[in-house]
C-alpha cells in the first residue's frame, strides 16, 4: 500500500506544471517543492505525536465538518494559491505545527527545492496544507480511523516521513508547548468529531506513542549499514526530522528532540558572499563553511588527511539514490566549487562495519560515484572531481556502538587542487 507521502504526492504531481507556471518556476524545482512541502507538513504532524493537546487539536481539525478540500482534484488549491493566505484550516494546522515559525518553514522549502523566488516555498506550504488535511480527513472517513488508530498510522510511517523532511526542519518545529500529560491508555476512544464532552479522547495517544516508541527501537537495532552524512541522525536508521548533526541526547529523549540538539552543533546559519556575487545561507560549522574556509587559507595545504563531512545529505536505505532533502547542501557545494574554479575534490564513500565487507565497498562506491554524478549534473565538470568507495575502512567511530557506527556511516570531501 502506498505511504501517505507517496500518495499525496500522486495527488499533487499532475499539477506540477500549472504549479511552476503560476510561480514562475522550473518544473523541477516545483516538483522538488511538493515533495519538501507536504513531507514538512507530515514531518510536523508525526513530531507532535507524544503531545496529547496537540493531537487531539489537530484529529479536531482534521475531522470537522468544514474539511472538505476535494483531494481528488487540486485544481481548486492551485487556483488559490498565494504567497499569503491559505485556507482557515489549513492555517490552523500550520500553526499548531509551527507556531511563528512558518515563515520559516516557507524559506527552508525553497532553498530545498532551489527556487528563485523565496516566496514559492510559503506558496507551496500554503497549498499543502489544506491538501494533507483533506486527505487525511478521507482516510479517516473511509477506514473509520480513531484518534488513536490515526497516531499509529504517523508512528508506522514516522520513517519514511522524516527521512523525506527537508534537512533542517527540526529547527522550526514548535516544542515549546507544555509536557504532555500521562493518560491511562484503557480506555477506548468513542468520537470522531470535537464535541464540548471529551471524555476521553485523550486516551489513545499514549498507546500512539508507545507503538512508535517500539517502531523506532525495532528499526534502529535492525537496520544494515547506510552512508549517509557523518553527522547524521538519519544514518543512524532512527527517526529525526533533521539530517545535519549527530544524535547527542540521552537514548531517552525522542528522536526528534535529540535531532534539534544536534543540528544546534553546526551552528547559525547565516550569509557567505563567495566570488563572483552568489550568496549562500549556510550553518557556521557545517561542511560549506569549513570547506570555503580551508579554500581561502593559504596557509593551509593540499593533503590526504583533511576531510570535509557533509552534514545535511542522506540517501534512500540500502541503496544510492540521494533524498530530496540533500540537494540543498549540494546545491551549495556545487556553488562553492563554482567560486573556487581553481579546486579540485575527491568524493569518499564510508559504512560501518556491519553486513558483508564487499557489499559495503560497492554501496559505499555507488553513492560516492551517485553524489559526484549529482555534482556534474549541477554544472561542476567530472574532470575536477575523483570519488572513491572505502566501506568500512578509516572508521572514526566505535563500530560497537549505534553512536559510533552512525559517524562511521558517511560520505567525505577532500580538496586534491586549490
Known sequence: MATLLDSLTALANPAVGRIAQRLGESDATVSRGVQASLASVLGGLVSKSNDVGVVRRIFDVITSRENTANVDDVNNLVNGLSTSSTSSLGTTLLSSLFGNRTANVGDLIAR????????????????????????????????????????????SERDSILAAAPAGLANFVDTSGPAAPRPDARAPYTGAVATPARSNRWLWPLAGLAALLLIWFVVSRGRGPTVAAVDSAVATGSVALDTAAARTSAAVSTAAGAVSEAARNLGAFGKKLLPGGVELNIPERGIESNLIAFIEDSS?????????????????????????????????????LKAYPKVNVKIGGYTDNTGDPAANRKLSQERADAVRQALVGKGIPAGRMAAEGYGSDHAIGDNSTEEGRAKNRRIALRVTKK
Open 112 to 155: 530545498t527545492a532551489g527556487f528563485k523566488n523565496s516566496s514559492s516555498g510559503a506558496a507551496l506550504l500554503n497549498m499543502a496544507a489544506p491538501l494533507v488535511l483533506g486527505f487525511l480527513g478521507k482516510r479517516v472517513r473511509d477506514s473509520n480511523l480513531s484518534l488513536g488508530g490515526l497516531t499509529n498510522l504517523f508512528a
Open 300 to 336: 593551509r595545504p593540499v593533503n590526504d588527511t583533511t576531510w570535509f563531512n557533509f552534514d545535511r545529505l542522506n540517501f534512500a536505505t540500502g541503496s544510492a539514490t540521494i533524498l530530496p532533502e540533500s540537494e540543498e547542501q549540494l546545491n551549495n557545494i556545487a556553488a562553492v
